[in-house]
Every structure is written in structure tokens, then in C-alpha cells.
């Protein structure tokens, strides 16, 4: 019988820093030319009160051989820190070299604006847009396009308010 175990490492965040990890997911061969190659998995955490710190403690459910790819976002007062990292075996190595990032900030002053982008079939999505304020993820309505045969997701964004979006690239 197999047993799939999962992996868990542990971060401090001092005060005033918000850290949110996610998993970049590569895209299955026989999806590749109608999908991104890249999707991105906000991993579970539990957090835990050490003073003016919080210590989070991450999990990775499916480890890969290979190590995991993840973003470290830090969010501090008009600021987000962007690291790359691998979880290999127990191990979570940092990156020292850039990572193809394309990020945005949006911002709207109308009051019914919303962030459209597609799903892949397995239903995971190649954008994250999150409240830089509270590091939450601004949660997607899924609809399915009768036109394009799709599913796709639509966030709606407060007006008169920033956003942190961002996806990963080949390029």
C-alpha cells in the first residue's frame, strides 16, 4: 500500500509583514495549447502567536521528486517582498537569481470593475489577486462561457482600492 505523504516548513513573520506562499503547478502536455503552462496553488498554513511575531507553518500536500516550486509574497506596509523558492525533500531552499514575475497593481475607480481570466480543466487558474492590506486572496466567481466552451473565473475589485495581481511566465 502507498502512503503519499505530505511536507510542512515553518516561516516567522515579524510585525507588520504578511507572508503568503503559493505552488507553481506546470501544466499537463495535453493541456499546454489551450492553457497557460503555469498555475498557482496558495498553499494551507497554520499560524501561531510568538510575541510580535507569527510563526506559519506551510503545507504541501503532493511533494515532487524533483522539489516543489513556490512563491514567497511578503506583504508590509506598501511593499511586496518576491522570492522564489524549492521544497525538496525537507529542505526549502531560496532563490538568489530573478524569477520571470509579471505583476500589476490595480486600482479602479469605478464601482463595478471586474478581473476576468480562464480556468484550466482541472480548475486551477494562471493569476492570483490579492488585498495587499490583508494578504487574502480576492476569491473568483466561476461561470462557464456558453461562446468559448470554458470555465472562467471573474473577481470583483472594490473601487478606489489596490490590488496585487500577478502570474508566472515561461519567458
Do not use: W
Request: glycine residues 4%; negative net charge; contains cysteine.
Amino acid at each position: 500500500m502507498d502512503i503519499t505523504q505530505g511536507k510542512h516548513f515553518s516561516i516567522t513573520d515579524p510585525k507588520g509583514i504578511n507572508t503568503v506562499i503559493y505552488q507553481v503547478n506546470k501544466t499537463e502536455k495535453e493541456y499546454l495549447e489551450e492553457y497557460p503552462k503555469y498555475t498557482l496553488e496558495r498553499l494551507d498554513f497554520t499560524s501561531e502567536l510568538r510575541g510580535d511575531t507569527t510563526r506559519k507553518t506551510y503545507f504541501v500536500d503532493e511533494p515532487i521528486p524533483d522539489g516543489n516550486q513556490l512563491v514567497i509574497l511578503s506583504f508590509g506596509k506598501e511593499k511586496v517582498v518576491i522570492n522564489m523558492g524549492v521544497l525538496q525533500g525537507d529542505e526549502l531552499k531560496i532563490s538568489k537569481k530573478p524569477a520571470p514575475f509579471k505583476f500589476d497593481t490595480l486600482y479602479s475607480e469605478k464601482s463595478d470593475e471586474y478581473k476576468e481570466f480562464n480556468y484550466t480543466p482541472n480548475l486551477k487558474r494562471p493569476i492570483s489577486i490579492i488585498d495587499p492590506e490583508t494578504a487574502e486572496e480576492v476569491k473568483p466567481v466561476l461561470y462557464f462561457d456558453e461562446k468559448t466552451n470554458e470555465v472562467k473565473g471573474k473577481c470583483k475589485l472594490k473601487p478606489y482600492k489596490s490590488y496585487f495581481a500577478f502570474e508566472i511566465r515561461e519567458d
